[in-house]
Antibody
Framework: QVQLQESGPRLVKPSETLSLTCTVS????????WSWIRQPAGKGLEWIGR???????DYNPSLKSRVTMSVDTSKNQFSLKLSSVTAADTAVYYC??????????WGQGTLVTVSS | DIVMTQSPDSLAVSLGERATINCKSS????????????LGWYQQKPGQPPKLLIY???TRESGVPDRFSGSGSETDFTLTISSLQAEDVALYYC?????????FGQGTKVEIK
């Protein structure tokens, strides 16, 4: 059974960089795209982007200037950095496995709050 | 970006009755090369991540009860719960994965009447 777990600081100051890591266990890592999706409280889902195990990326154009994703295949981990955050970036951040038929495995999500 | 629009925003259905959710995409999500619609449906319960229910517009994910069904093609899609159960109370989202950025509908809240 594939499991994903997000980790990282839960509180980030405005203008700083949000950093999260997703650790994947229980399945192959190298053959898939891995994505980040976020959800502000009481709102819908926003796809942030995805990264292949080789390191190739697709970012949402609405966030592209502030997003960097990376991968560490030796640890079965992939990471998200979102720079220059504001209160509007406060959300539950999910990592997920991205297939050509949707996202089938998701982490439980981690709430990141942007506040001074 | 492909814009996904769901209707209604919420609906209340009696236990055992049918629930129908619609999803419209701003452009076709049908790949002519394989005749597949790149459209999925997710269920999200409070405090949980979304769960993939339906992919390719009409294929149930493994373990999903057969009261859930999907239909439609190109730009118009429907998720049907044939006989609503108490455990089906949730938010439902459609998502297109025809192109990046992947985009979701705004969600439909299903409640018990």
């Amino acid at each position: 059974q594939v499991q994903l777990q997000e980790s990282g600081p839960r509180l980030v100051k405005p203008s700083e960089t949000l950093s999260l890591t997703c650790t994947v266990s229980g399945g192959s890592f190298s053959s898939y795209y891995w994505s980040w999706i976020r959800q502000p409280a009481g709102k819908g889902l926003e796809w942030i982007g995805r990264i292949y195990a080789s390191g190739s990326t697709d970012y949402n154009p609405s966030l592209k200037s502030r997003v960097t994703m990376s991968v560490d295949t030796s640890k079965n981990q992939f990471s998200l950095k979102l720079s220059s955050v504001t209160a509007a970036d406060t959300a539950v951040y999910y990592c997920a496995r991205d297939l050509d038929r949707g996202s089938d495995y998701w982490g439980q999500g981690t709430l990141v709050t942007v506040s001074s | 970006d492909i814009v996904m629009t769901q209707s209604p925003d919420s609906l209340a259905v009696s236990l055992g009755e049918r629930a129908t959710i619609n999803c419209k995409s701003s452009q076709s999500v049908l790949y002519n090369s394989n005749n597949k619609n790149y459209l999925g449906w997710y269920q999200q319960k409070p405090g949980q991540p979304p769960k993939l229910l339906i992919y390719w517009a009409s294929t149930r994910e493994s373990g999903v009860p057969d009261r859930f069904s999907g239909s439609g093609s190109e730009t118009d899609f429907t998720l049907t719960i044939s006989s609503l159960q108490a455990e089906d109370v949730a938010l439902y989202y459609c998502q297109q994965y025809y192109s990046t950025p992947r985009t979701f509908g705004q969600g439909t809240k299903v409640e018990i009447k």
